[in-house]
Nanobody
Framework: QVQLVESGGGLVQAGGSLRLSCADS????????MGWFRQAPEKEREFVAT????????YYGDSVKGRFTSSRDNAKNTVYLQMNSLKPEDTAVYYC???????????????WGQGTQVTVSS
């Protein structure tokens, strides 16, 4: 089955960059789209980005367009989220998740990682 593990979070200053990774350590023949979501304390989980299995379809949340880029390396079973021009409001726990198709809808994601903390200082 799909087993997702996020990494790459940490503490950065405003304007800095981080690259998050999401590795699928499971054994599956399914070709999943991979999404990124984030959740700050006392707030609902928010859509960040998604990418189809081929990489040909991507969507981004309005708050991160032009700053974040999702990519994937299927040979390594890994998806990346490059985050540039980070703002304090980007502070959250970031989760990766798997769905059959690239979608903004959180309800369509069937598998979730444990999350990685991103903190942006002002």
């Amino acid at each position: 089955q799909v087993q997702l593990v996020e990494s790459g979070g940490g503490l950065v200053q405003a304007g800095g960059s981080l690259r998050l990774s999401c590795a699928d350590s499971g054994r599956t023949f399914r070709h999943y789209a991979m999404g990124w979501f984030r959740q700050a304390p006392e707030k609902e989980r928010e859509f960040v980005a998604t990418i189809s299995w081929s990489g040909g379809v991507t969507y981004y949340g309005d708050s991160v367009k032009g700053r974040f880029t999702s990519s994937r390396d299927n040979a390594k079973n890994t998806v990346y989220l490059q985050m540039n021009s980070l703002k304090p409001e980007d502070t959250a726990v970031y989760y990766c998740a798997a769905a059959l198709l690239a979608t903004r809808s959180i309800s369509e994601y069937d598998y979730w990682g444990q999350g990685t903390q991103v903190t942006v200082s002002s």
